[in-house]
């Protein structure tokens, strides 16, 4: 097996291609549009890992985060938000245009892989890695592999329902999956900016700096967040009792999640006291593409 690894984030609107070294160092970095079409993308991601190839080794692996996984059954993609490629045997097409084998997996797996292997949470043995942006992802790694259970949906923090729930919360918002009262309805960025704005809000640039200056919906909307964002984290260390939580994604960006959501963690967590560490991410939006390529170890 080659020291080089290329590692594949694909997301809704952009594929982008890293290739590390055996240090783990990034050497290159590319980003291209998503064509939009499953046909189109198969030609697209093979011309990028060519590409790369040429520039570092012709036997490099190559790991891909989708946002959705592969159906262990059927090979073929299921729950991601790209509905196109739902129904699709990606890893397989993949594997027969490039001639070679690859390793596919959710996005949110290799975010915490990445975090796990050498970022916020490298050397801890077991890490729940989060994403909070337009959606809400989880990834769950185990002494540095992704756990990905049966059906490969371990970590789908977004789709339970959020716990603890007020009566106040009723009645609870529907989700793209079709369920009520999912984590993400409450977590993602939108519903951030639609606390602090109202309906039909999706930025939550400033609100830090307007709730310091005294903004009240601000306030009232962080703390809401916050509370939750807590009872959701402290569900993680109830069932699967980490190491440490990171997060990442748009949300993970605000500074006072680190250190009020640990204080609403204690009030919910069946535990005297609790130490669970909950980390920003080092890599920032490296960690798709890096733990794509860690997924060869």
Not at 140 to 158: F, R
Not at 183 to 202: N, V
Not at 240 to 261: E, F, M
Request: net charge negative.
């Amino acid at each position: 097996m080659s020291d080089y690894r290329l590692g594949i984030d694909l997301g809704g609107t952009k594929i982008e291609i890293a290739a590390l070294d055996p240090e783990g160092k990034i050497l290159l970095r590319h980003r291209e549009a998503n064509p939009g079409t499953y046909e189109e993308l198969l030609v697209k991601m093979t011309e990028m890992v060519n590409q790369a190839r040429a520039k570092t080794s012709p036997v490099a692996t190559v790991g891909i985060g989708i946002p959705g996984a592969i159906d262990a059954r059927t090979r073929c993609v299921k729950n991601a938000n790209a509905t196109w490629l739902n129904g699709k045997p990606f890893g397989d097409d993949l594997e027969r245009a490039l001639g070679c084998a690859v390793r596919v997996e959710n996005d949110a797996n290799c975010f915490a892989l990445s975090e796990a292997i050498d970022g916020a949470a490298a050397g801890r043995k077991v890490v729940f890695g989060v994403i909070l942006g337009s959606g809400v992802g989880g990834g769950i790694v185990v002494n540095n592999e992704p756990l990905t259970g049966l059906h490969h949906i371990a970590g789908e923090w977004g789709h339970i329902p959020l716990p603890w729930v007020r009566a106040e919360e009723f009645p609870m918002p529907k989700c793209f999956c079709g369920n009520e009262g999912c984590i993400e309805r409450f977590l993602c960025g939108s519903a951030l900016a639609e606390l602090w704005k109202g309906p039909g809000e999706r930025s939550t640039q400033g609100i830090e700096e307007a709730a310091a200056n005294g903004d009240q919906a601000a306030v009232k909307a962080l703390d809401l967040y916050i509370e939750r964002l807590g009872r959701a984290c402290a569900l993680v260390v109830n069932m699967l009792d980490p190491d440490a939580i990171v997060l990442g994604g748009g949300v993970s960006n605000l500074h006072t999640i680190y250190k009020r959501v640990p204080e609403v963690m204690k009030r919910y967590t069946i535990t005297p006291e609790c130490h669970t560490e909950l980390l920003k991410n080092k890599h920032g939006d490296s960690s798709g593409v890096r733990g794509a390529a860690w997924l060869w170890g």
